[in-house]
């Protein structure tokens, strides 16, 4: 039960897009189309911005985007708002088991 | 509304046990299956367990497996998470979180989440 893997950080502008990568394994991220991500501001519960790659539950922000190739699922926010500023987990089915990725954080300059 | 409360956490010595509580309403309870996950000071989500609307099936983390147990009551909306030999490692603050399906075999994402109950282990 081996964490999926973030970048620990990323950061960018007012108005540009960045990407989130979440490697996992053909146990997990590569065998089932169940990746979600979530946002967790400081002090606050997570909340759910994409599940099954790339579904948006509804209120959230067409900003937000998903995807997967292989066995690494992503997340893209687009025209970056200060607001976006927070922690950003992956998580993946895995059988019997669910696993998350270790966060990033992203940071909005 | 959906709410999710928790309740039970505390400060406990390594060794002893503890029962974490969540109280379900806004929703049909017994048409989701429920989860806790936890997050220690500082650190990343950690999913610690799930079951299914019926308590059919049954997850647990490597971490927690042999030493907790999850159950819920349909009837009472309410989850429920009895941890046994605690362990510093344990301390973390614990979520209940809803699933979006009724089943853990295909569990797709957590559509709600409680506040968290803090649970500390030390002597």
Known sequence: ?109 | EVQLVESGGGLVQPGRSLRLSCAASGFTFDDYAMHWVRQAPGKGLEWVSGISWNSGSIGYADSVKGRFTISRDNAKNSLYLQMNSLRAEDTALYYCAKDIVPDIVATTAFDYWGQGTLVTVSS
């Open chain 1, 1 to 109: 039960q081996s964490a999926l893997t973030q970048p620990a950080s990323v950061s960018g502008s007012p108005g540009q897009s960045i990407t989130i990568s979440c490697t996992g394994t053909s146990s997990d991220v590569g065998s089932y189309n169940l990746v979600s991500w979530y946002q967790q501001h400081p002090g606050k519960a997570p909340k759910l911005m994409i599940y099954e790659g790339s579904k948006r539950p509804s209120g959230v922000s067409n900003r937000f985007s998903g995807s997967k190739s292989g066995n690494t699922a992503s997340l893209t926010i687009s025209g970056l708002q200060a607001e976006d500023e927070a922690d950003y987990y992956c998580c993946s089915y895995a059988g019997s088991y669910v696993v998350f990725g270790g966060g990033t954080k992203l940071t909005v300059l």
